[in-house]
């Protein structure tokens, strides 16, 4: 891929270092950029580009999966999407060694120490992506903060880093509530979607942060709940891709 492209100074090269298949549908690239250009907080998304020989350049926007660090790496899981050009041609096309095009992380979704002492994180899918961030930052540097992972999959085979999780739970301060929403006769966890109920059996925190991320839908459906549940507006923390 040519280095020959022109871009917004606030984008850099970064080299694609691995790129593993992680579930059926989701695979993790490992990219590494100048760490005096590079910075993020855990929750950020970024702006990556991909130039083409011809026409525009394909762009996407992903969120950071990998805890804030020094040294410019960062770990994007990306879900396949065959109708959108970035995501398709790091699914089908990238390999590893090539260079893409990243801004540093951005939003208001983020979480830093003093933040708060208890954070929910709510996550649907691959929505889960930023509260990855999010949760292995605290499990890394945070002892002090309270993080209870609420995580909603369609099917078992769907859960992102599952030996992580296992290991993150087993801290003093990090629960992990894992539910699926389709019938496995091999699941014995929790079932169903996220809900009141479900909610109200983990006795979470209600002075807590409340992150969520997911599809639309569940956007609402979240920020319904919570405000029924009696969550104050300025305790909910969530983003709109659309």
């Known amino acids: 891929m040519s280095d020959a492209v022109e871009l917004p100074d606030h ?6 270092e691995t790129i593993e298949q992680v579930t059926p549908l989701i695979k993790v690239f490992t990219l590494a950029a100048d760490p005096q250009r590079f910075t993020s907080k855990a929750g950020q998304w970024l702006d990556l580009v991909i130039p083409q020989p011809e026409g525009k350049p394909f762009v996407g926007g992903y969120s950071v999966v990998s805890a804030p660090r020094a ?3 960062l770990q994007l899981a990306i879900k396949y ?13 990238a390999q590893e060694g090539d260079t893409v095009y990243i ?18 994180l709510l996550g649907a899918g691959i929505g889960v992506t930023p509260l990855f961030g999010i ?22 085979d769907e859960v992102l880093f599952p030996q ?3 290991a993150m739970a087993r801290a003093p301060n ?7 929403t389709r019938e496995a006769e091999d699941w014995l966890g929790h079932t169903g979607r996220i809900s009141h109920r479900l909610l109200e059996s983990l006795d979470l925190p209600r002075d807590a942060l409340f992150y969520f991320c997911g599809s639309r839908e569940f956007i609402e459906d979240m920020a319904t709940l919570l405000a029924e549940w009696g969550i104050p507006e300025a305790q909910l923390k969530y983003e709109k891709w659309w």
Do not use: K, W
């Open 103 to 120: 801004t540093p992380g951005q939003g208001s979704f983020f979480f830093e120490p003093g933040m708060a002492r208890n954070v929910v």
């Open 135 to 156: 949760l292995r930052a605290i499990h890394a540097d945070m002892p002090e903060v309270y993080a209870h992972l609420v995580y909603s999959v369609a099917h078992q």
């Open 71 to 73: 040294d410019g790496r």
């Open 164 to 166: 992580e999780l296992e």
């Open 11 to 16: 984008f850099l090269p970064a080299r694609i």
């Open 81 to 93: 999407a065959d109708h959108h050009h970035a995501t398709h041609h790091l699914h089908a096309v």
């Open 174 to 180: 990090i629960d992990v509530s894992l539910t699926v």
